[in-house]
């Protein structure tokens, strides 16, 4: 194996690996070697962050409903890069609308993209949804399987803040930084008042057109002078958006759109949120008011846990497992 095939970022590990394996690690010498790969890989790569894996495994799927569950999972880990190349293939095949109001069946807690997101704290993830669809307002108000906003949800999480950035810590380095639940509400009250108040607007979408092209993600011919021309790129990327982030929270707007207060978010609290439908095996968190725990209550003994397992229909803990 030569020097830049060891040291190149595309190529992680010297062994070979399985299509899920190669793209959870960025293996794209590995992917580029196989002739089929898993449904599995490109939600890997997705979620780890793995930029040019991810437009490789793009190129390699004809079904948009593939996209779904990739989107998801890189907006709860905050991995904007590769939300950006699913939403920009999205534009491209005209499924925009349908990608970012998609459910997450996967998991059952029928949960959106912006509620992933805003779930994890990847206020970066946030404001890159809301550029590419921020403007609709179903879209800003649309409710999981417990009927929970993608703000509610942050509220409730903002709560829990340092316990909850303990559960995801595991996505800051793919995220970028750590995550924050009141830039997440400070975002999404902002869109949703600047939504209602551009009612009259024909668009659905306000995306900003000064972002950095995409660098070539064919394969490693980015890759050159002991340069990834991709990893500069998500470093680029990634400052813009939180510069745009910052810009947008310091912005104050008159008359026909609002004033957000510096502490405009200090004392908003979460709604209650409904309990879960047992019936219909529903695994998202519940929240109930400010002061009870996150988590799925155990059908048996009634407590809340974060780990649910499936026995008979029914979601129990660990314990009564």
């Known amino acids: 194996m030569s020097e830049k095939q060891t040291t190149c970022p595309c190529k992680h590990v010297r062994w070979r690996l399985s299509s899920a394996t190669a793209a959870e ?76 109001r998609a459910p997450d069946i996967t998991f059952g807690d029928q949960r959106n993209a912006l509620h992933k997101a805003a779930a994890g704290g990847r206020f970066l993830a946030v404001h890159c949804l809301l550029e590419y669809y921020g403007q609709n307002t179903a879209f800003l108000l649309a409710k999981d399987g417990q009927g929970h906003t993608a703000r509610d949800i942050a509220v409730a999480m903002r709560l829990r803040q340092i316990e909850e950035a303990k559960s995801v810590a595991r996505w800051n380095t793919v995220a970028g930084g750590t995550p924050d639940w009141d830039k997440c509400v400070q975002l999404l009250r902002r869109a949703e008042l600047q939504s209602t108040a551009n009612t009259t607007s024909s668009r659905s979408s306000f995306r900003k057109h000064h972002w950095e092209p995409l660098p070539p993600l064919s394969g490693c011919v980015d890759c050159s002078n002991d340069t990834c021309l991709t990893q500069t790129w998500e470093d680029s990327f990634r400052s813009i958006l939180t510069l745009q982030v910052e810009e947008s929270l310091r912005t104050s707007f008159q008359n026909n759109v609002f004033v957000m207060p510096v502490k405009e978010t200090e004392d908003e609290q979460p709604a209650p949120l409904a309990e879960p439908d047992r019936a219909s095996g529903t ?30 229909g029914l979601f129990v803990c660990k314990k009564c497992r």
Request: glycine share 4%.
């Open 283 to 312: 695994m998202s968190s519940s929240f109930q008011n400010h002061t009870t725990t996150i988590g799925q209550e155990c059908s048996k003994c009634h407590n809340r846990t974060i780990v649910v397992y499936r026995r008979n």
């Open 25 to 100: 690690f960025g293996d794209l010498h590995r992917l580029r070697e196989m002739k089929r790969h898993r449904k599995e890989a490109l939600q890997l790569a997705a979620q780890q962050g793995h930029t040019a894996v991810t437009a490789f495994l793009l190129q390699q799927t004809t079904d948009w409903n593939d996209w779904i569950t990739p989107l998801h999972r890189a907006s709860f880990a905050g991995a904007v890069s590769t939300m950006r190349l699913l939403l920009d293939t999205a534009v491209e095949q005209n499924r925009l609308k349908a990608l970012m």
